[in-house]
């Protein structure tokens, strides 16, 4: 169970009381019994799950099918057991029995003995039930029990014409609604196809995409000529140096025109004779200026008849005019090729707007096929299932037609030639044997449920762990050390933390210098174990520090009466320095480091690295330094801080401490290499201390005969016991 049980004398000894009450309670019950119970009759018969009655329509043997139920899940044997024991049937098993019925007097009383009495067991591995009844009138409790039986068979059989009658008044009325869909469904579909366009998806998909694939043939073919055409213009445009194929034309129709080749043959002589007259006179002669003159006149004339050929605004130069026949003939070849690029083009342009349109069909053609194909599902769904409702509307009819019983008698009652009980032997025996398993799980389940640690000598056997010392409770007056000779001078209070301080420096290989104190769980007084205990070596001149790493529920500045600011975070967040944060106590050479502001994230500062340093440093500036941390149950900080330390001490409490945490919680401190030092068993009562006071209050100091020294808040003459 996972539980230290004491010795078996002791645990007897402690709930001797309740098992001896279990027992004798449980003899008393069974003397009782017999004195008053008077002898009585059991019959049996037996009934079974079956169907071998098999209906005519699928629904009908649906209905009388027997499962064998789910793991987990709603069994039909046990159903029918349960049915055995309602009121219904046995309101008519009575009615068959007795003529006046079941709201007659004896009706009533036969009816109530008849719910008290009757059983219902399942055979195993079976779907048999066995109906025993017991009563003091054999006769009468044979016929009440065949009575059951034959009222369960005809139960089964109303329960099967029930089902059917319903599921057939159910898909009459469902039959028209969904006939109803389906044709509101063909309605849909048929709409959605006209205004769609899709009549066969398939069919009109092969056709664009046959289309389509015409197209693109088409547009190869077209481009490759396009391709060839531009090749052809651009070396023409090259050759007859025209930009576009108007100006070519226009060139064309300058050089064509005899009117105008006469006057550029007309232009061409005087340039001749100007050019030969300027060689002989100078630009003022007569000769000179009238040929000017001449030209001037010609040249006028030229320009207005090439302005009525060309349009407006448009002008053509020299060179570019088409007056030899190889230039016309290129230049119409030019004109001729442009054109056919131009017409190229167009038809590429026609054809591929055509293969875009095929392609936009093509892509919208499935998105339109989706909500028909959604549309012709629910339209086959709609008629499938109007299909199967009226295949089960006429199974229904002829299943309510039919008189099928799941449920038959497979052997009736007898009526019994002797009483069955009750048997005195056999009881006493049972609450003999009976009483005594109470009993002794009485005194087991009170010493399992009592799950705390009763007392110091427990420990050591429990844990394999020393035990460092025995502490007292400590008084209210004693527990605030603001005024510390409330604890001090109280010689029975100091000494056991004075044993429990030397008993830590004999139990460490080197000078004990760092020690982390925790606990199993909150409450058990590890806070004030490390406030008193530090104390005690300060009194002994001893340089103590205490740390508060208890960032949880921080409670040393408050048993020492000082503020919990500056402390222990603003030293690792680096706001400050160790001995500035560290503050004096009323108490000389004891020095605390409270806790400081407390943060969202405690885990953060104490993983630190500098959490270690920061101990470190006060192992070096201090004789001993005490480190307080939260329970091990509640977070990881004792298992971080111990590593950084000598050792760690566990604080535990007598009749408080759970036996399975402790065990739990030393258990994973070991496997996590945590060097536990041992444990300090706080809080003892009178009489768990009564082997660690009475030293120490029998050898009172002699200095002041008349002073009372408080023992556990208890005034103890000094003179009395000197």
């Not at 059991?42 to 209905?63: F, H, I």
């Not at 407390?598 to 104490?606: E, G, H, Y």
């Amino acid at each position: 169970m996972g539980k230290s049980i004491s010795s078996l004398p002791s645990v007897l000894k402690r709930h001797r009381w309740p098992a001896l009450a279990t027992f004798a309670s449980v003899i008393g019950a069974s003397i009782a019994y017999l004195s008053v119970a008077p002898p009585v009759y059991q019959v049996t018969a037996r009934l079974m799950l079956d169907d071998k009655k098999v209906s005519v329509s699928e629904l009908g043997r649906d209905l009388s099918q027997v499962s064998s139920g789910t793991p987990g899940g709603p069994s039909p044997i046990a159903n029918q057991a349960e049915l055995v024991r309602s009121q219904r049937v046995l309101k008519g098993a009575v009615n068959k029995v007795f003529p006046q019925g079941a709201e007659s007097p004896q009706g009533k009383q036969a009816m109530e003995e008849l719910g008290e009495g009757l059983k219902v067991k399942i055979v195993p591995a079976t779907n048999i039930l066995e109906l025993s009844y017991q009563g003091k009138d054999p006769v009468l409790a044979t016929k009440l029990l065949n009575a059951v039986s034959e009222v369960m068979v005809d139960e089964s059989t109303q329960a099967i014409r029930s089902e059917a009658k319903a599921v057939r008044e159910f898909l009459e009325s469902e039959v028209p609604k969904k006939r109803t869909e389906v044709e509101a469904a063909e309605a849909t579909e048929n709409r959605y196809r006209q205004a769609s366009g899709i009549i066969s998806f398939e069919e009109q998909t092969v056709s664009l995409v046959e289309s389509l694939a015409t197209l693109e043939d088409q547009e190869r073919v077209l481009s490759a000529q396009l391709q060839e055409t531009k090749a052809r213009v651009n070396e023409l445009q090259r050759v007859t140096d025209n930009s576009t194929a108007q100006n070519a034309y226009v060139a064309g129709r300058i050089g064509q025109d005899e009117e105008l080749k006469e006057l550029r043959a007309k232009l061409s002589e005087l340039d001749a004779k100007l050019s030969n007259t300027r060689s002989r006179f100078t630009e003022n002669n007569p000769a000179v200026i009238s040929l000017l003159n001449e030209r001037d006149s010609l040249r006028t004339l030229y320009n207005d008849k090439v302005s009525r050929v060309l349009p407006s605004n448009q002008t053509v130069p020299p060179a570019n005019i088409a007056s030899d026949e190889l230039s016309q003939t290129l230049t119409s070849q030019y004109i001729a090729a442009e054109t056919e690029r131009s017409a190229l083009e167009e038809k590429l342009g026609v054809l591929r707007a055509d293969r875009t349109q095929l392609q936009q069909r093509l892509a919208q053609l499935p998105l339109k096929q989706q909500p028909l194909s959604a549309l012709v599902r629910q339209r086959e769904e709609t008629a499938a299932s109007l299909k199967l409702l009226q295949s089960k509307l006429e199974e229904a009819r002829i299943a309510e037609a039919q008189l099928v019983s799941n449920v038959r008698v497979i052997e009736q009652a007898q009526p019994p030639s002797s009483p069955a009980g009750p048997n005195s032997k056999v009881v006493l025996v049972v609450a003999i044997a009976f009483g005594s398993i109470l009993a002794v799980g009485i005194i087991l389940l009170l010493e399992v449920m009592d799950n705390k640690l009763r007392d110091d000598s427990e420990v050591e056997e429990l844990l394999k762990l020393p035990k460092l010392g025995v502490l007292p409770d400590i008084p209210a007056t004693a527990l605030n050390l603001e005024q510390p000779e409330q604890f001090l001078d109280n010689v029975g209070l100091v000494e056991p933390y004075r044993r429990l301080l030397k008993t830590l420096n004999f139990r460490t290989q080197d000078k004990l210098r760092l020690i982390v104190v925790s606990s199993t769980v909150s409450g058990e007084g590890k806070s004030l174990v490390v406030s008193h205990l530090a104390a005690v070596s300060a009194m002994l001149s001893r340089r103590t520090l205490i740390i508060d790493a208890d960032l949880h529920r921080p409670r040393q500045h408050s048993l020492l009466g000082l503020p919990k600011e500056p402390g222990l975070t603003d030293v690792i967040d680096k706001e400050i320095t160790l001995l500035h944060a560290v503050q004096p106590t009323g108490i000389d050479n004891l020095s605390i480091l409270t806790c400081g502001e407390l943060c969202d994230r405690p885990a953060s500062l104490l993983e630190s690295p500098s959490m270690k340093s920061l101990l470190e440093e006060a192992a070096n500036h201090y004789d001993l330094v005490i480190v307080d941390t939260p329970p091990v149950s509640s977070c990881a900080d004792a298992n971080t801080l111990s590593h950084y330390s000598d050792s760690l001490v566990m604080i535990i409490r007598p009749n408080f401490t759970p036996k399975e945490t402790l065990l739990q919680t030393v258990s994973e401190l070991t496997g996590n290499g945590v060097p536990i030092l041992g444990v300090v068993v706080n809080g003892m009562t009178n009489r768990f201390q009564k082997h660690y006071r009475d030293p120490v209050k029998g050898y009172q100091p002699v200095s002041k005969p008349l002073k009372y020294f408080t023992h556990l808040g208890s005034p103890v003459n000094n003179s009395a016991r000197r």
